[in-house]
């Protein structure tokens, strides 16, 4: 079965920087993805998602955005609409992620309508999850994580718009710190997931990690089977590490 791998590049490069990378490594990539048959969407920053959706056309590359309003359109100054998204290729994005809950006071409310948006407009939402140190710390993991899904599962549709859904587990203590959970931690909460998740929903839906995770030092997905793919960000902007982390799972 394919995995799915998400590079979140975040605000790591700029507008040109952005499409300069994909003009230079888009054929290699291409060609590692073809190879290996998973899936590899690149998430950059708004600006180039537009031109990158036109140079990746023509390949297995898929394009998403890494956040969209919450609303389709009206008077939301500064916000990007999912129908725009949609307009422009973008086939995924990524929502709740850490930065967004962190520094734009994102709920778990404003995540699940995002989520159901998207749904809704056919491109996958790549919904972000994942709890704190503190959290982790007092045995408090699940029902962080419950809190988090509750308002998304409890709404989300049809079947055929729920097989559309991704979920990135993505502990705040791992991103960015090169702490990764152990084999057995991330087992024991992904299988959580998958059981919370299936129990509302009727379809499989496709979970990921992410946090720290690089060509070096990542979880083994052979050995988790309730593991669908890695959400990556610092590491993804780097072509080597990122055509060996597709190449390699
Ligand atoms: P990291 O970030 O891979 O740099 O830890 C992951 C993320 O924030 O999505």
Known sequence: MSTFIIANWKMQKTHNESIA??????HELDEVVKQSQNTLV???SFTPLQSISAQLKNTTIAVG????CAFERGAYTGEVSVLSLQEIGCTYCLVGHSDRRHYHGETDCCVAQKALLLLKHNISPIVCIGESADARA????????CKQLKPLLNEIGDVETQARLFIAYEPLWAIGTGHIPTQEELYEVSAWIKDIVSACLSVKTHILYGGSVDDAVRPNLHELSSIDGFLVGRASTKIEVLKSIVAGV
């Open 65 to 68: 955005a890494q956040d969209c």
């Open 138 to 145: 007092n045995k408090k993991t699940y029902s962080w994580l």
């Open 21 to 26: 990378w994909v003009n230079e490594y888009a």
């Open 42 to 44: 690149l998430c950059p």
